[in-house]
């Protein structure tokens, strides 16, 4: 009896999911009563019925704003649907589509009035995707770029602030990556690989706070080579410019075990040099 109860629920359930797929679009509507019948639907409470539906319905929000491109195409509304759809796709988690989207609409009309909010959101949907140091750091520049391009063009947009502080993850997510190939070449015992990984970090990105890392790394790899002259004045300069890093302290250590350490002189110029003059 029981088993015939979950049945019958079950397949309640899968019927009511079934009616409640996308809906036809009510005849008669104008391009004004389209597009603002999707965006209500857009601002609607996600909700849902717990543990069995998503929410709102988007690809009945799809059909209008598609709708709306289709039937009213030079309408001022055709075009604030087609920034929409990025929104539906950018609301779904679907980042990469959102930022095709936002791109799409900003290549169509760039000298629109929401240009601004379609570039956040274009740079937003790659910071959504960007991915671990480990991984394939484009989305991370590609988020970048966008959002420096957004500070640039829009410096008095009340978003330049978040903007700026998520440039600030970039950079530094793009810092951890390369101190993340430098140690996959220092495990190998590549320093020189390692080395110019490093140095991109100091150089390149020393606004981040990976930079201390970095120079202490730097040092131990320039040592490690038995450039210990390269080695000091790196870690020197960590010491005295961060005294209060922990890497600071590791430095500092480095720095006794290589005082007063010189490169081995190459075997050929000792040969050379306890050769007879000729005369």
Same mark, same amino acid.
């Given at each position: 009896?029981?088993?015939?109860?979950?049945?019958?629920?079950?397949?309640?359930?899968?019927?009511?999911?079934?009616?409640?797929?996308?809906?036809?679009?009510?005849?008669?509507?104008?391009?004004?009563?389209?597009?603002?019948?999707?965006?209500?639907?857009?601002?609607?409470?996600?909700?849902?019925?717990?543990?069995?539906?998503?929410?709102?319905?988007?690809?009945?929000? +799809? !059909?209008?704003?598609?709708?709306?491109?289709?039937? @009213?195409?030079? *309408? $001022?509304?055709?075009?604030? #649907?087609?920034? =929409? %759809?990025?929104?539906?796709?950018?609301?779904?988690?679907?980042?990469?589509?959102?930022?095709?989207?936002?791109?799409?609409?900003?290549?169509?009309?760039?000298?629109?009035?929401?240009?601004?909010?379609?570039?956040?959101?274009?740079?937003?949907?790659?910071?959504?995707?960007?991915?671990?140091?480990?991984?394939?750091?484009?989305?991370?520049?590609?988020? +970048? !770029?966008?959002?420096?391009?957004?500070?640039?063009? @829009?410096?008095? *947009? $009340?978003?330049?602030?978040? #903007?700026?502080? =998520? %440039?600030?993850?970039?950079?530094?997510?793009?810092?951890?990556?390369?101190?993340?190939?430098?140690?996959?070449?220092?495990?190998?015992?590549?320093?020189?690989?390692?080395?110019?990984?490093?140095?991109?970090?100091?150089?390149?990105?020393?606004?981040?706070?990976?930079?201390?890392?970095?120079?202490?790394?730097?040092?131990?790899?320039?040592?490690?080579?038995?450039?210990?002259?390269?080695?000091?004045?790196?870690?020197?300069?960590?010491?005295?410019?961060?005294?209060?890093?922990?890497?600071?302290?590791?430095?500092?250590?480095?720095?006794?075990?290589?005082?007063?350490?010189?490169?081995?002189?190459?075997?050929?110029?000792?040969?050379?040099?306890?050769?007879?003059?000729?005369?």
């Amino acid at each position: 009896m029981n088993k015939n109860i979950t049945l019958l629920l079950l397949a309640f359930s899968l019927l009511f999911v079934v009616n409640c797929g996308s809906r036809s679009i009510p005849k008669g509507l104008n391009d004004q009563e389209l597009y603002e019948s999707a965006v209500e639907m857009i601002n609607e409470d996600k909700g849902g019925f717990p543990w069995i539906f998503g929410g709102r319905d988007y690809d009945t929000i +799809l !059909k209008y704003l598609k709708e709306v491109q289709l039937r @009213y195409t030079y *309408s $001022p509304y055709a075009t604030l #649907a087609e920034l =929409r %759809v990025g929104d539906v796709f950018f609301d779904k988690g679907e980042y990469e589509q959102a930022a095709i989207e936002y791109e799409e609409f900003l290549k169509r009309h760039p000298g629109h009035p929401d240009a601004s909010y379609a570039t956040y959101r274009l740079a937003l949907s790659f910071y959504r995707e960007v991915k671990s140091p480990d991984r394939d750091p484009t989305t991370t520049r590609e988020a +970048l !770029k966008w959002f420096n391009l957004f500070i640039e063009k @829009y410096p008095d *947009s $009340p978003l330049v602030a978040n #903007a700026k502080k =998520r %440039v600030v993850k970039c950079r530094q997510r793009l810092a951890k990556r390369e101190i993340y190939i430098g140690n996959f070449y220092s495990k190998r015992k590549n320093y020189k690989a390692a080395a110019h990984r490093y140095s991109l970090v100091v150089n390149d990105y020393s606004d981040t706070k990976q930079r201390p890392e970095a120079m202490y790394l730097l040092g131990r790899a320039y040592a490690k080579q038995d450039q210990y002259d390269l080695a000091r004045e790196t870690l020197n300069q960590l010491v005295q410019g961060y005294p209060n890093e922990k890497y600071s302290n590791k430095a500092s250590s480095l720095l006794n075990d290589i005082q007063g350490k010189t490169a081995p002189v190459p075997e050929e110029t000792e040969n050379n040099a306890q050769e007879p003059s000729q005369g």
